[in-house]
T-cell receptor
């Protein structure tokens, strides 16, 4: 158990509505990440954070914003959800001395109608 | 061409068999390599790191071939519980953006 929770675990929303996904960790790790996973694409990095208020873009950041006001929480916001953002979203943390050693949360399944 | 490629499978093997997967990468500057396991509708779970010298953990062995730019995962004495999708991930030096393969599906049958 990596001490990572995600909420909500499932969500159905309509196109054009804002959506915020939450990732919470209990171990005070510095690095946190948001990924999306889609058939035929594998896991793709959306944004990551390397500390409170320190974030950077990943591979597929368009249409997403993030915030990290506390070490334990990393929020992913879809300002105006689109059907192309229907996906499974995973949060991850880096544990240990290697940033590359990542552990994932249970995921959030988002359906945008 | 995708930066990290895996044969999607499925690899269908009987219990007790030995099976191997490869993962090729295109960026010669890649420095860190990992294998993850992902069960259906679950999160990926770190299986093992891949070192130049090889890495063995019980029935699992991971190897890196820098010259040919691929990593491999060998599973000996396959168990039914090994059925899953195996993802490789590659990190390039100085980058915080990893590249995941699309995964290789393994089905172990009785």
């Amino acid at each position: 158990d990596a001490g990572i929770t995600q909420s909500p675990r499932h969500k159905v929303t309509e196109t054009g509505t804002p959506v915020t996904l939450r990732c919470h960790q209990t171990e005070n790790h510095r690095y946190m990440y948001w990924y999306r996973q889609d058939p035929g694409h594998g896991l793709r990095l959306i944004h990551y954070s390397y500390g409170v208020k320190d974030t950077d873009k990943g591979e597929v950041s368009d249409g997403y914003s993030v915030s990290r006001s506390k070490t334990e929480d990393f929020l992913l916001t879809l300002e105006s959800a689109t059907s192309s953002q229907t996906s499974v979203y995973f949060c991850a943390i880096s544990r240990g001395h290697l940033v590359e050693t990542q552990y994932f949360g249970p995921g959030t399944r988002l359906l945008v109608l | 061409r995708k930066e990290v490629e895996q044969d999607p499978g499925p690899f269908n093997v009987p219990e007790g068999a030995t099976v191997a997967f490869n993962c090729t990468y295109s960026n010669s500057a890649s420095q860190s390599f990992f294998w993850y396991r992902q069960d259906c509708r679950k999160e990926p779970k770190l299986l093992m790191s891949v070192y130049s010298s090889g890495n063995e953990d019980g029935r699992f062995t991971a190897q890196l071939n820098r010259a040919s730019q691929y990593i491999s995962l060998l599973i000996r004495d396959s168990k039914l519980s090994d059925s899953a999708t195996y993802l490789c991930v590659v990190w390039s030096g100085g980058s915080y953006i990893p590249t995941f393969g699309r995964g290789t599906s393994l089905i172990v049958h009785p």
